[in-house]
């Protein structure tokens, strides 16, 4: 493997004893960490790294041994990072890409945001406001709030965690999604 190809790769770390993400690191770093025994191979890649004197099989994911504590960050609100936190899923009626719709087979591009409470009504562009809704669903309600339109939330929308949001937006490997609840 080429040194360029090997730096694009990254691996994914997860916090020691709770598994949860805590950064994107460099291979270089995630070979550092196992070297200095501070981390241990979850899963591999299947590439290997050669050196002068050894060969390391390259991780896509690492665990720290040992828990750290790390504050939560808040993630910056996006339209495209509302309709990967809800799986470009429909909040009223659960319509997602790929359903039959009016007769037409639904893609990621035909789903919206919604403000639950509409921005003539103060509503903001913030998580908590914003939820994916299919186009349809979105017209009915309108101008209003969802109970004046005879609509009812699925779920309640949620500030999703940075790490999990960055991961969920197509940025690292297969592998790391089940390491990731967005």
Same mark, same amino acid.
């Given at each position: $493997?080429?040194?360029?190809?090997? $730096?694009?790769?990254?691996?994914?770390?997860?916090?020691?004893?709770?598994?949860?993400?805590?950064?994107?690191? @460099?291979?270089?770093?995630?070979?550092?960490?196992?070297? =200095?025994?501070?981390?241990?191979?979850?899963?591999? @890649? +299947?590439?290997?790294?050669?050196? $002068?004197?050894?060969?390391? =099989?390259?991780?896509?994911?690492?665990?720290?041994? @040992?828990?750290?504590?790390?504050?939560?960050?808040? =993630?910056?609100?996006?339209?495209?990072?509302?309709?990967?936190?809800?799986?470009?899923? /429909?909040?009223? /009626?659960?319509?997602?890409? +790929? =359903?039959?719709?009016?007769?037409?087979?639904?893609?990621?591009?035909? $789903?919206?945001?919604?403000?639950?409470?509409?921005?003539?009504?103060?509503?903001?562009?913030?998580?908590?406001? @914003?939820?994916?809704? /299919?186009?349809? /669903?979105?017209?009915?309600?309108?101008?209003?709030?969802?109970?004046?339109?005879?609509?009812?939330?699925?779920?309640?929308?949620?500030?999703?965690?940075?790490?999990?949001?960055?991961?969920?937006?197509?940025?690292?490997?297969?592998?790391?999604?089940?390491?990731?609840e967005v």
């Amino acid at each position: $493997m080429t040194t360029s190809a090997v $730096m694009q790769n990254r691996v994914l770390l997860l916090n020691g004893s709770t598994w949860e993400p805590l950064a994107v690191i @460099t291979v270089s770093r995630a070979i550092n960490l196992l070297l =200095a025994g501070k981390a241990t191979v979850v899963e591999e @890649t +299947g590439d290997v790294l050669r050196t $002068m004197r050894d060969y390391f =099989a390259i991780p896509s994911v690492i665990a720290l041994k @040992t828990y750290i504590n790390v504050p939560r960050r808040k =993630a910056h609100w996006s339209r495209k990072g509302v309709l990967v936190r809800d799986n470009y899923t /429909c909040v009223y /009626c659960g319509v997602k890409p +790929g =359903a039959v719709q009016k007769d037409k087979v639904l893609s990621r591009s035909d $789903m919206t945001i919604d403000h639950i409470i509409p921005r003539s009504k103060g509503g903001k562009d913030t998580w908590t406001n @914003t939820a994916c809704a /299919c186009a349809s /669903c979105n017209h009915r309600k309108g101008d209003r709030l969802p109970n004046e339109a005879g609509l009812k939330l699925r779920w309640e929308p949620k500030t999703p965690r940075t790490s999990y949001l960055v991961i969920a937006l197509g940025t690292g490997p297969s592998a790391w999604r089940r390491y990731i609840e967005v």
